[in-house]
């Protein structure tokens, strides 16, 4: 089981070089990347090899993967990546019925066949937006499970959190495609707080005990990633993650 860093978090701490140094510091096992990472991605891979550092995942716009798949193939398999995630649509995208989740899974469905026919694995990764029900009832996040059921998750429990959900239910109901999971906390007030909202693991409104006894559980999982949308403090955010993860995994 690896623990890595999403560098959404870092991208206002830049350069990646230091960013890296602070990873290693704390102990992660690696990264996961993002689209600022795929400039060039010799050199980040470079910075990676140097630190001992891993990137096993990363997330992959839907449009890149539909317009331009070689190139997404190619950053992919020069950084190490095993699992292509999709990790969000943008507001104008975002279907509003059942019928258009229908589509937007047949979409990620064609995309799943693509992504590992070229050897890797594929995921999508949520936010809130997948957690209203459309016109009937449904949840969109069902919709694109149960319509691309070879398709992988990646759980933001943040996100989940941030909708109203249950993270434990989800992850009960859904056990057989978690393969990673996004750990990151809302403080009480979120809708007014700094740093928009977000909390650092175990400092904001969860209890995470019965959640990461829950993981125990889940048999695909292969990674703990940290992520915090905003944070104010980079070194701060890495250093409680790391802490607040070593003390709840420890709580078996």
């Known amino acids: 089981m690896t623990t890595l860093v999403q560098l959404f978090s870092a991208r206002n701490f830049t350069p990646w070089d230091r960013i890296l140094d602070q990873v290693r510091s704390y102990g992660y096992d690696g990264v996961e990347g993002f689209f600022a990472n795929y400039e060039d991605p010799v050199a980040f891979r470079r910075l990676l090899d140097e630190r001992g550092l891993i990137m096993p995942q990363g997330h992959f716009g839907i449009d890149l993967l539909e317009s331009n798949f070689e190139k997404a193939v190619s950053i992919g398999r020069t950084l190490g990546v095993n699992t292509v995630i999709a990790p969000w649509l943008a507001p104008e995208d975002r279907p509003t019925d059942h019928a258009g989740w229908r589509a937007m899974a047949v979409r990620l469905k064609i995309l799943d066949e693509k992504v590992r026919g070229e050897g890797f694995d594929f995921a999508w990764h949520n ?28 759980a933001d429990l943040g996100w989940i959190l941030r909708a109203g959900g249950a993270p434990l239910d989800w992850l009960r109901a859904r056990a ?19 740093e928009d909202g977000w909390a650092d693991l175990g400092h904001g409104v969860s209890d995470w005990r019965p959640i990461f006894e829950e993981f125990e559980k889940l048999p695909s999982l292969r990674a703990h990633v940290a992520e915090h949308d905003n944070p104010v403090d980079l070194d701060r955010f890495l250093r409680r993650w790391s802490q607040s993860f070593k003390t709840l995994a420890s709580q078996k």
């Open 127 to 154: 936010h809130d937006f997948e957690f209203v029900a459309v016109e009937n009832g449904l949840i969109p996040m069902d919709i694109l499970l149960d319509a691309a059921p070879e398709m992988n998750w990646e």
């Open 176 to 194: 057989d495609r978690v393969v990673a999971v996004h750990l990151k906390d809302v403080q009480p007030d979120h809708a007014t707080a700094l």
